[in-house]
């Protein structure tokens, strides 16, 4: 009897101990969350917003260029919370269909890509709206039976990963 309360002692003690080893394995690496943002640049600086708080895109663009931003922009925030630091290699917007505009010249940033994002800090780039306008007329161009579906804005990580904002935007 004894070596039966023994063995399941010594089950549960095993079981805890994998469950810690994978809980540590999972928050130790680099979590980042992306958020999409809308705005215009303009003034000195950007001014942004969520683009869950869009309700009329492009009454609440023109009263940022009434406000003095003109140039209207898409904007990812990304944000590292996790325990060690991620390198950022591109960033850019996606449709559904799979078109993505990943922007070179146009980048409206002071932190060039690849950028290295240490833990608990978050860094912003923006892109000019008109691009992203560009690769859904692109896409209705090349399939026009199909609609080519929200933008949605994402970062790739070093190792392959793609990571997506979970809200996205219909232009």
Request: hydrophobic share 45%; proline share 6%; charged share 20%.
């Amino acid at each position: 009897m004894i070596s039966l309360v023994l063995s399941i002692i010594a089950l549960c003690v095993g079981v805890a101990n994998l469950t810690w080893q994978l809980a540590l394995f999972l928050l130790n690496g680099p979590r980042i969350k992306i958020q999409m943002k809308i705005g215009a640049v303009g003034r000195g600086g950007m001014a942004t917003m969520p683009v869950e708080n869009v309700q009329n895109l492009e009454q609440q663009l023109l009263s940022l260029r009434n406000q003095g931003f003109d140039e209207p922009v898409l904007a990812i925030e990304v944000v590292n919370t996790g325990r060690l630091g991620v390198e950022l290699l591109s960033y850019g917007a996606e449709l559904s269909k799979g078109i993505s505009f990943t922007p070179v010249r146009d980048a409206i940033t002071e932190t060039p890509m690849p950028y290295f994002l240490e833990p608990h800090r978050q860094a912003t780039w923006a892109m000019p709206l008109s691009s992203a306008v560009r690769v859904v007329e692109t896409t209705r161009a090349t399939f026009p039976e199909e609609d080519p579906g929200p933008v949605r804005m994402y970062v790739r990580r070093a190792g392959g990963k793609t990571v997506y904002a979970k809200r996205s935007l219909r232009l």
